[in-house]
Nanobody, 123 residues
């Protein structure tokens, strides 16, 4: 079992930046593939980014590639999502998730979820 808590969301103007954090507790954080998903009102939850258990491999949705960076610090049991050049279409609730390897880009690949943090980008 692992517990996940997101933080760092907020309101930002288009073109601005935010850094989300996901603090994990419970079983060994470094064993999991970690991911970020987001869900906008009226839309399905969509994949944003994922990082391997070692942190050596990262994966991004095309819509955020080049603007977002996922990272993790196993010593601090924390994962991050640095979001730059934010757009109004990035507005959503952002969720962190943990998966036993190999993970994936579907929400059904993930076993544990945080409660979400709201990101709102104004135009």
């Amino acid at each position: 079992q692992v517990q996940l808590v997101e933080s760092g969301g907020g309101l930002v103007q288009a073109g601005g930046s935010l850094r989300l954090s996901c603090a994990a507790s419970g079983r060994t954080f470094s064993s999991y593939v970690m991911g970020w998903f987001r869900q906008a009102p009226g839309k399905e939850r969509e994949f944003v980014a994922a990082i391997s258990w070692s942190g050596g491999s990262t994966y991004y949705a095309d819509s955020v590639k080049g603007r977002f960076t996922i990272s993790k610090n196993n010593a601090k049991n924390t994962m991050y999502l640095q979001m730059n050049s934010l757009k109004p279409e990035d507005t959503a609730v952002y969720y962190c998730a943990a998966s036993f390897p190999p993970g994936g880009s579907s929400w059904s690949d993930y076993d544990y979820w945080g409660q979400g943090t709201q990101v709102t980008v104004s135009s």
